[in-house]
C-alpha cells in the first residue's frame, strides 16, 4: 500500500469570470469544488495507475465531512485525524477574457499538539502496512516545522521510503529527517540554496550536497524542459518532448505519483525517471488537476529520452 500525506487539505473552489473587476459586484455561475492538496491529487493519480493508495493528514468541520464524502465518491481510500478547526478553503477567480487567475488561499485550521500526536500514533500503525509513503505540500500552523523530519525517521526505522514534496522551512526541516527522495522544482531548489538562478551544473552541485546530509535520491522537476534524478553515484537527465499544454497545474502532483509507482514495481531509475516526467506531461495535457491517461503515459514513455551525465 502507498499512504499518500497531506497536512494541509482544502476545499477547492474556481469560479470563471468573463471581466474581473474589483470593487464592484459580480455575478458568476456556480463555482466548482473539489478536493484540493496536492497529495490528494498524487492519490488520484496513483488509482489511474491501478494502485490502491491511503490518504491521510487533517480534515475538520463541515468542510472536513465534505471532503471525505468527495474521496468517497472518487473511490479513493483515507484515514484523515479528525480535528477542532474547519478545513480550509480556496479560491480562484479564472478570467477568461484578461487572462488572468486570482487566489485566495486561506492559511487554514490551527493543529493542537494532542492532535498532532495522534496523527503520529495512527501513522505508525499504518507505516506496518505501507510499500511507500508520500507527503506533500504546506504545514498548517500549530504543527512543528520538523514534522517532516519526524515523520521520515519513522519511515527509515520500517524501512518504507518516503518521498517528499514540499518547499521553504518545511523542506529545509524536512531534509534533515533524510528522506529516501524530495522532489523540489527549479524554483524550489533555488529558494533552498538562497540563489536567484542556477545553471544545469549548479542544480547537480545543490543537488549532490544535498544527497551528502543523507537524501538519496533528489528529483528535479524542470516544467517542459524535463527532469533531474540525482543520487549518490547518479546523475540522471530526462528530455522531453514539445507537448500541447492544456493545464500545467498539478504536474509535479502527477509527476510525484509517477515516480511512487515506478519505485514501487521496482523498475530501474532510469525507468522510474522516465514514469515520473510521462506522468507529469499527461497531467499537463489535461484540463483537470490530478488526471493523466495511461494509454497516454505509455506513448510518452516512448518519447522521453534519459542520459547519463
Ligand atoms: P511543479 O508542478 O512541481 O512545479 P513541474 O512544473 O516541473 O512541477 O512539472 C513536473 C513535470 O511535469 C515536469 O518534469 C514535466 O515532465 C511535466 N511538465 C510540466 N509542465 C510541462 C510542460 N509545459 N510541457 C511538458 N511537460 C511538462
Not at 10 to 24: E, G, M, R, T
Not at 63 to 84: T, V
Not at 169 to 180: M, S, V
Not at 237 to 256: C, F, H, R
Amino acid at each position: 500500500m502507498i499512504i499518500t500525506i497531506t497536512l494541509n487539505p482544502a476545499i477547492d473552489v474556481s469560479y470563471q469570470s468573463h471581466h474581473f473587476q474589483l470593487n464592484k459586484v459580480q455575478r458568476v455561475a456556480n463555482g466548482s469544488k473539489t478536493a484540493g492538496g496536492k497529495g490528494l491529487n498524487v492519490s488520484r493519480v496513483l488509482k489511474q495507475l491501478g494502485c490502491e493508495p491511503l490518504c491521510t493528514g487533517f480534515l475538520g468541520g463541515h468542510s472536513g465531512s465534505w471532503i471525505k464524502s468527495r474521496l468517497n465518491q472518487e473511490g479513493l481510500d483515507h484515514s484523515f485525524i479528525e480535528i477542532n478547526e474547519e478545513t480550509r478553503t480556496c479560491l480562484a477567480i479564472i478570467d477568461n477574457q484578461y487572462g488572468t487567475q486570482t487566489e485566495l488561499l486561506e492559511e487554514g485550521p490551527f493543529i493542537t499538539i494532542a492532535e498532532k500526536d495522534k496523527f503520529l500514533s495512527e501513522f505508525s500503525k499504518m507505516l506496518e502496512k505501507a510499500k511507500l509513503i508520500t507527503a506533500s505540500g504546506s504545514l498548517p500552523k500549530g504543527i512543528p516545522l520538523d514534522i517532516y523530519s519526524e515523520i521520515s525517521e519513522m519511515a527509515n526505522a520500517s524501512n518504507v521510503p518516503f518521498i517528499l514534496d514540499t518547499s521553504g522551512k518545511a523542506l529545509e526541516y524536512g531534509i534533515q529527517g533524510r528522506p529516501f527522495l524530495i522532489k523540489p522544482n527549479k524554483e524550489e531548489l533555488c529558494q533552498y540554496v538562497g540563489k536567484q538562478e542556477l545553471t544545469m551544473d549548479e542544480m547537480i552541485d545543490a543537488a549532490k550536497k544535498i544527497c551528502e546530509t543523507g537524501v538519496q535520491y533528489v528529483l528535479v522537476s524542470l516544467g517542459k524542459e524535463g527532469a533531474l534524478l540525482v543520487g549518490h553515484d547518479t546523475v540522471l537527465l530526462a528530455e522531453i518532448p514539445e507537448i500541447p499544454v492544456i493545464n500545467p497545474v498539478g504536474s509535479g502532483d502527477s509527476m510525484l505519483a509517477g515516480m511512487a509507482y515506478a519505485l514501487k514495481n521496482q523498475y530501474d531509475f532510469k525507468t522510474c525517471l522516465k514514469w515520473a516526467c510521462a506522468c507529469g506531461m499527461s497531467n499537463a495535457m489535461e484540463a483537470k488537476t490530478g488526471e493523466i491517461h495511461l494509454h497516454k503515459v505509455q506513448e510518452l514513455l516512448t518519447k522521453i529520452d534519459v542520459t547519463v551525465l
